[in-house]
């Protein structure tokens, strides 16, 4: 089967960095991405790894091991707005569908 | 540029209803897809269209759900009978080009049904 893992729930403190991880199991991969979705929102795009490595862009920034099928999004300098549910998604089947991991709640407190 | 229309916002039906989502995706994208979001889950997608032609439905509950693109603009999304474990929000996300990586994917606020 095809699965991702990630924290169900992450708590930090405001101004700190915070790291969710994701580990994938899928029959084929192209990339990781990464969403953010807060409370009654759409989900919006953050970012995408197709290599090994790590990508930034402001205060997010994202790592992928494909060695290791495990990928994590860290963030840096946490506001009270980061607040959301935060989903890593694989295209790892067929028709280059996204397969989602059941999301990270980050709640960061004062 | 405007985003991704979806309505209703908001839906209670009682189980056996029928109930129908519509979706105005952004302007010139191609593909539009319909995704499903039970509480606490990521989201699922149920199909794909690339202009009025479907990409994949392989995850769409046939018996009961039915989609269509008429034209290649808007797109309805049906479930007749509902039952309670449709409970969910329906996203609809549309994007310029066929993007299997979710670069270009953007997504409206969806609807959120709650079948009783």
């Known amino acids: 089967g095809q699965s991702l893992e990630q924290p169900s729930e992450v708590t930090a403190v405001e101004g700190a960095i915070v790291q969710i991880n994701c580990t994938y199991q899928t029959s084929g991969f192209y990339g990781l991405s990464w969403y953010q979705q807060h409370d009654g929102g759409a989900p919006t795009f953050l970012s995408y790894?197709?290599l090994d490595g790590l990508e930034e862009t402001g205060r997010f920034s994202s790592f992928l091991s494909r060695s290791d099928s495990y990928g994590y999004l860290l963030l840096q300098e946490l506001q009270m707005k980061d607040s959301a549910s935060y989903f890593c998604a694989v295209d790892g089947g067929s028709n280059y569908q996204l397969i989602w991991g059941a999301g990270t709640k980050l709640i960061i407190k004062p | 540029e405007a985003g991704v229309a979806q309505s209703p916002r908001y839906k209670i039906i009682e189980k056996r209803q029928s109930v129908a989502f519509w979706c105005n995706p952004i302007?010139?994208?191609?593909?539009l897809y319909w995704y499903q979001q039970i509480l606490g889950q990521g989201p699922k997608l149920l199909i794909q269209f690339q202009n009025n032609g479907v990409v994949d439905d392989s995850q769409l509950p046939k018996d009961r759900f039915s989609a269509e693109r008429l034209k290649g603009v808007d797109s309805t999304l049906k479930i007749q009978p509902a039952k309670l474990e449709d409970s969910a929000v329906y996203l609809c996300?549309?994007?310029?080009?066929?993007?299997?990586?979710?670069?270009?994917?953007?997504f409206g606020s969806g609807t959120r049904l709650t079948v009783v």
């Open positions: 790894n197709a």
């Open positions: 302007s010139g994208h191609a593909t």
């Open positions: 996300a549309s994007s310029l080009e066929f993007d299997p990586y979710g670069y270009g994917y953007t």
